[in-house]
Protein backbone atom coordinates (compact mmCIF):
# COMPACT_ATOMS: atom_id res chain seq x y z
CA UNK A 1 0.00 0.00 0.00
CA UNK A 2 2.62 2.65 1.28
CA UNK A 3 4.36 1.92 -2.36
CA UNK A 4 1.11 2.69 -3.89
CA UNK A 5 1.18 5.67 -2.88
CA UNK A 6 4.61 6.92 -3.17
CA UNK A 7 4.22 5.61 -7.01
CA UNK A 8 1.27 7.84 -7.07
CA UNK A 9 3.12 10.69 -6.03
CA UNK A 10 5.83 10.22 -7.95
CA UNK A 11 3.16 10.08 -10.83
CA UNK A 12 1.52 13.08 -10.31
CA UNK A 13 4.44 14.92 -9.26
CA UNK A 14 6.48 13.58 -12.81
CA UNK A 15 2.87 14.84 -14.33
CA UNK A 16 3.30 18.55 -12.70
CA UNK A 17 7.12 18.61 -14.22
CA UNK A 18 6.29 17.87 -17.36
CA UNK A 19 3.13 20.09 -17.69
CA UNK A 20 5.58 23.17 -16.43
CA UNK A 21 8.40 22.26 -19.13
CA UNK A 22 5.44 21.77 -21.94
CA UNK A 23 3.65 25.17 -20.60
CA UNK A 24 6.54 26.70 -21.86
CA UNK A 25 5.48 27.02 -25.20
CA UNK A 26 2.42 28.65 -24.12
CA UNK A 27 4.28 30.87 -21.75
CA UNK A 28 6.67 31.35 -25.38
CA UNK A 29 3.70 32.24 -27.28
CA UNK A 30 2.64 35.23 -25.07
CA UNK A 31 5.62 36.72 -24.23
CA UNK A 32 7.39 36.26 -27.70
CA UNK A 33 9.80 34.53 -25.82
CA UNK A 34 11.81 31.28 -26.76
CA UNK A 35 10.52 27.59 -24.99
CA UNK A 36 11.33 27.09 -21.13
CA UNK A 37 14.68 25.28 -20.54
CA UNK A 38 14.95 25.43 -16.52
CA UNK A 39 13.52 27.17 -13.63
CA UNK A 40 14.96 28.44 -10.49
CA UNK A 41 13.73 29.47 -7.01
CA UNK A 42 9.55 29.69 -6.57
CA UNK A 43 7.79 30.53 -9.81
CA UNK A 44 10.82 31.58 -11.62
CA UNK A 45 11.60 30.44 -15.54
CA UNK A 46 14.47 30.62 -17.80
CA UNK A 47 13.73 30.34 -21.92
CA UNK A 48 16.04 29.04 -24.52
CA UNK A 49 16.59 32.75 -25.26
CA UNK A 50 18.07 33.74 -21.92
CA UNK A 51 15.17 35.54 -20.57
CA UNK A 52 14.44 35.09 -17.08
CA UNK A 53 10.62 35.39 -15.76
CA UNK A 54 9.09 35.45 -12.49
CA UNK A 55 5.32 35.00 -12.00
CA UNK A 56 3.88 37.16 -9.31
CA UNK A 57 0.66 35.36 -7.82
CA UNK A 58 -0.96 38.59 -6.17
CA UNK A 59 -1.02 40.06 -9.46
CA UNK A 60 -1.51 36.39 -11.65
CA UNK A 61 1.17 37.37 -14.34
CA UNK A 62 4.19 37.01 -15.84
CA UNK A 63 6.93 39.58 -15.24
CA UNK A 64 11.07 39.83 -16.45
CA UNK A 65 13.25 39.22 -13.59
CA UNK A 66 14.48 43.16 -14.01
CA UNK A 67 10.67 44.45 -14.04
CA UNK A 68 9.79 42.10 -10.83
CA UNK A 69 12.58 43.85 -9.07
CA UNK A 70 11.80 47.31 -10.23
CA UNK A 71 8.12 46.90 -9.00
CA UNK A 72 9.61 46.35 -5.58
CA UNK A 73 12.16 49.92 -6.36
CA UNK A 74 15.14 48.17 -7.11
CA UNK A 75 17.12 49.08 -9.89
CA UNK A 76 18.49 45.82 -11.76
CA UNK A 77 20.38 44.79 -14.72
CA UNK A 78 20.18 40.96 -14.39
CA UNK A 79 19.54 40.53 -18.31
CA UNK A 80 21.25 39.88 -20.24
CA UNK A 81 22.59 36.39 -18.51
CA UNK A 82 26.37 36.55 -18.46
CA UNK A 83 26.32 33.01 -20.61
CA UNK A 84 23.67 31.72 -23.21
CA UNK A 85 20.99 29.58 -21.64
CA UNK A 86 22.31 26.62 -23.46
CA UNK A 87 25.66 26.65 -21.71
CA UNK A 88 23.50 27.10 -18.28
CA UNK A 89 23.84 23.72 -15.99
CA UNK A 90 22.72 24.35 -12.88
CA UNK A 91 20.64 28.02 -11.50
CA UNK A 92 19.12 27.62 -8.43
CA UNK A 93 18.31 31.32 -8.00
CA UNK A 94 17.83 34.21 -10.47
CA UNK A 95 21.12 35.14 -9.14
CA UNK A 96 23.74 32.25 -9.59
CA UNK A 97 24.34 29.95 -11.74
CA UNK A 98 27.19 27.58 -13.30
CA UNK A 99 28.11 26.85 -16.33
CA UNK A 100 28.38 22.84 -18.35
CA UNK A 101 32.29 24.16 -18.43
CA UNK A 102 32.38 24.69 -14.79
CA UNK A 103 32.76 28.65 -14.55
CA UNK A 104 30.34 30.11 -11.79
CA UNK A 105 28.69 33.41 -11.81
CA UNK A 106 27.03 35.60 -8.94
CA UNK A 107 24.91 38.96 -9.64
CA UNK A 108 26.10 41.48 -7.46
CA UNK A 109 23.16 43.53 -6.31
CA UNK A 110 25.32 46.27 -4.66
CA UNK A 111 27.22 47.00 -8.01
CA UNK A 112 24.10 45.64 -10.39
CA UNK A 113 26.02 43.13 -12.46
CA UNK A 114 27.35 39.99 -13.12
CA UNK A 115 30.71 38.63 -11.69
CA UNK A 116 32.38 35.27 -12.69
CA UNK A 117 33.61 34.62 -9.11
CA UNK A 118 34.89 30.92 -10.18
CA UNK A 119 34.80 27.55 -8.59
CA UNK A 120 35.34 26.95 -5.29
Given at each position: MRVARRGAVGASGLLALVAAFCGGHALAERHGSAPIVGVFGVG?????DGALWQYLPDEKRWMSIDEAFQKDGRETHILPLPVEAKDIRFMQSWGFLVTRDGQVWQYDL???RWTNIGPP
Open positions: GVLSEDSN
